[in-house]
């Protein structure tokens, strides 16, 4: 496992190898769905397990372009990679009839700390991605895709092109798919691993061999996106969700989940747990399942809090956790973002207050520097929590940490300074106590760190 790979933010929390994906781990599957063996990403392997057939009702049904959207619409699919938007809405939004080139980008630029289910996907299922673009592609007319890939995984980036190989000599990609009159060219594109290249627009820029830098919206992608085109963008997730969509149907999907939140979730879930790993289970499935799931509590300690989104979603405490459920709609309710899915678990020897540091200093250290908000802004927090845990706090300094969040939160160009500003506010928040007792005492209430 490479250095990329582990936790940046949370200390001594590891991402562990993933193999859990093939060790059962899992409630009706759909994405890694009779997905058995490590060793099964091949072409072959893929068709022996329904690979394609989605594909292939659409051309041999004669299915229109507007029908796989309605189906992605009844399915209640919302967008994977954090924002959660309906999918099938945002595919409606590409104009079908526009004279020049239309782009498919999929997002798996995934630098979330906490998160690693869409190099899993693309490791060990990447047909699965590639059919769900081909049919996103057939749904909105767009006959060219890139495949925007974390740089730092480049093992998984070298797998995706075999696949794009074996997909094209198979007739499943280029002109004239299986015979008809689709055609559709896809291409891999590796990063370099920064972290601002996850949010959509710095993508694009980064794509089009710029600085990745966000731009400022509108215009949106739908209108102005790859190249100043009509550009459509979904995470590696979401479109790994359409081809069991296609083949089941909408309705299926949706009631494999949740109102509202339709369909099953891969959750990557780490920290202080038996068994961290990936998990793919139904929204709504509540959070003491997963976490059952995972093993339990590592030695048996007890649940202090929860970060259910990835680092940037607020932090949730243990036991508010525990009575909550894995979905959009109740996340959001507990104060927190089901964001990437990235499910961060922290037992009772964890300070509030050296978390926040190391999240704080992702965070500073990952601002693109454009916007003054989150330039300046993530400096201060980082230094003031820095301060607060070696002892050199003062008591004013709660007070401005959540000022200087107020005045980043809004007021910058894409969501970083939102990612960075939220975590502050929601640990001083639920753990005033634990900052108020590092400022008075100079020293850490929690044992593990006297």
Known sequence: MGA???????????VPVMETCFHGR?????????????????????E??????????????????????????????????????????????MPRTFPGQKYLVCNSDEGEPG???????????????????????YAMGITVGYNYIHGEIFDVYTRFEEALDEARAAGYLGNNILGSDFSFQLHAFHGYGAYICGEETALLESLEG??????????????????????????????SAVPWIIRNGGQHFLEAGKPNNGGTKIFAITGDVERPGNYEIPLGTPFAKLLELAGGMRDGRPLKMVIPGGSSAPVVP??????????????????????????????????????????????????????TPCREGTGWMYRMVHRIEHGEGRKEDLDQLNRVADN????????????????????????????AYHVEHKRCMVPAYL
């Not at 190099?119 to 047909?127: A, Q, W």
Request: proline share 6%; aromatic share 10%.
């Open 26 to 46: 899992h409630i009706n599957p759909q994405i890694f769905a009779n997905l058995t063996s490590p060793d099964g990403w091949r072409l072959k392997d893929y």
């Open 48 to 93: 022996a397990r329904d690979g394609y057939q989605a594909l292939k009702k659409i051309l041999a049904e004669k299915l229109t372009p507007e029908q796989v959207i309605a189906e992605v619409k009844a399915s209640g699919l919302r967008g994977r990679g954090g924002a959660g938007f309906p999918t099938g809405l945002k595919w409606s939004f």
């Open 318 to 371: 243990g036991a508010q956790m525990m009575e909550t459920t894995m979905d959009y709609d109740a996340i959001a309710k507990a104060g927190s973002m089901l964001g990437s899915g990235a499910v961060i678990v922290m037992n009772d020897t964890r300070c509030a207050v050296k978390s926040l540091e190391r999240l704080s200093y992702f965070y500073y250290e990952e601002s693109c520097g454009q916007c």
């Open 115 to 137: 998160t690693f289910k869409d190099r899993d996907i693309l490791r060990y299922n990447p047909h699965i991605c590639i059919e769900g673009m081909i049919i996103a592609a």
């Open 4 to 14: 990329s790979d582990s936790l940046v933010g949370i200390p001594e929390m590891r």
């Open 408 to 435: 980043i939160q809004g007021r910058t160009i894409c969501a970083l300074g939102d990612a960075a500003a939220m975590p502050v506010r929601a640990f001083i928040k639920h753990y005033w106590d634990e900052f």
């Open 210 to 239: 710029k600085k990745g830098q966000p731009r400022f919206k509108p215009p949106f992608p739908a209108s102005f996106g790859l190249y100043g085109k009509p550009t459509t963008i979904n995470n590696t997730e979401t479109f």
